[in-house]
């Protein structure tokens, strides 16, 4: 079975951040975030929607905030578990860890 978003995996996403009038406001669609997820370092509103997504997998979802929608295209391109490391710190290390634990 793939691989899923969910906490205590490292997961590696692009994503659009577009308004309700069609603007991109946010475009990291040609470099990565990574992240701890369920660490708490990126906002819940994006985190949320991510989990059970496998990696390649494209999810497009809205939220309201501060009475105005915004829509969020993002792509999930990798999965992996979090080291022991991470999870301690909540932050990613280096791409390269192992699933030994040792980066």
Do not use: W
Not at 24 to 52: C, F, M, Q, T, W
Not at 56 to 64: G, L, P, Q, T
Not at 82 to 102: F, V, Y
């Amino acid at each position: 079975m793939a691989m899923q978003v969910q906490n205590s995996t490292v997961v590696s996403i692009r994503y659009k951040m577009i308004n309700s009038n069609g603007e991109v406001l946010g475009d990291n669609a040609y470099r990565s975030v990574v992240y701890v997820h369920g660490a708490g370092n990126i906002v819940p509103y994006l985190e949320k929607p991510l989990e059970g997504s496998k990696a390649s997998e494209n999810r497009i979802f809205s939220v309201n905030l501060n009475k105005k929608e915004y829509t969020f295209d993002v792509v999930v391109d990798e999965i992996r578990l979090a080291t022991e490391k991470e999870l301690t710190s909540g932050q990613p290390g280096s791409k390269d860890c192992g699933c030994d634990g040792e980066c």
